[in-house]
């Protein structure tokens, strides 16, 4: 009877580990949404057979061998991409996909600029001058996030690799999908601004935050995550999925129901 019972619970133990495993594999919450703080495994940019971005790993040769990885579209431990063409980007953590090649987006903006400088920006009502607050362009951090979401670079062309019509992902388009394509034709003015100043923008505006302001559960502040000290993509989002809260959605670094990461920078919640 003890011998019976022993092998149960080992059993069951077996059961419950590997059900972790699958769980994690799946990275979603039942509502669709990520588990966020739990890895990119199982998450969209998880682009190989066993994840639900694309499944790019699932069939076709490739010179660099089995794609079944997940790292591998966007690093490179070696031969890892040194420059861009447009843009120049200073942050290039051990590239391997392809760039897009767009120089210049259009930005969004809030209104007309009143100093008369086309190089300026209107945010909130305040003209902000572009050599003051920032180029006002994608920066580095954000043109590796454009090198797939700009919809002009096959999300399956990296390192060696050039997209076939072998290695087509689930839905046959080499392309991320257009619901999840950001400046498609070069066109950002309908998204939250990037490229520009924190700091300076908060010195001039009340309702902006400090930078200092934390953030998330895991003590992030908003400098944390400003790159170069401007505001890009991933300073609302958890590209690796790693680091953010449990319950972000779309890799964002917290929730954002109620708005809550939208009032984390902007202080439209208070009296």
Not at 73 to 97: I, Q, R
Not at 120 to 133: E, H, K, P, R, V
């Amino acid at each position: 009877m003890k011998t019976r019972l022993i092998v149960i619970i080992a059993v069951l133990s077996c059961i419950l580990m590997f059900s972790g495993i699958t769980y994690s594999a799946v990275n979603l919450q039942a509502n669709g949404e990520l588990n966020g703080g739990t890895g990119i495994i199982g998450t969209y940019h998880d682009l190989s057979s066993t994840g639900i971005g694309a499944s790019y790993g699932a069939t076709g040769p490739s010179v660099l061998g089995s794609k079944d990885r997940i790292c591998v579209y966007c690093h490179a431990p070696h031969n890892a991409l040194k420059t861009n063409v447009a843009g120049n980007p200073d942050y290039l953590p051990l590239w391997n996909h392809t760039l897009s090649t767009q120089a210049t987006y259009q930005v969004y903006t809030h209104g007309t600029a009143t100093t008369g400088d086309p190089n300026d920006i209107a945010l909130n009502g305040i003209a902000f001058q572009g050599a003051s607050y920032g180029n006002l362009q994608p920066g580095g951090v954000s043109r590796l996030c454009l090198s797939c979401h700009d919809g002009s670079v096959a999300v399956n062309t990296y390192g060696a690799n050039q997209q076939s019509t072998t290695e087509k992902p689930a839905g046959g388009s080499y392309t991320i999908a257009a619901r999840a394509q950001i400046g498609a034709g070069g066109d950002l003015s309908n998204h939250h601004p990037i490229g520009f100043l924190y700091d300076g923008v908060q010195s001039v505006d009340s309702q902006i935050a400090p930078s200092s302001t934390v953030m998330n559960n895991n003590g992030l502040r908003i400098k944390d995550v400003l790159f170069s000290g401007n505001m890009e993509c991933a300073t609302c989002h958890d590209v690796h999925n790693s680091k953010n809260d449990r319950g972000a959605e779309k890799f964002l670094w917290k929730s954002d129901a109620h708005s809550a990461l939208c009032l984390t920078c902007h202080l439209k919640g208070q009296l």
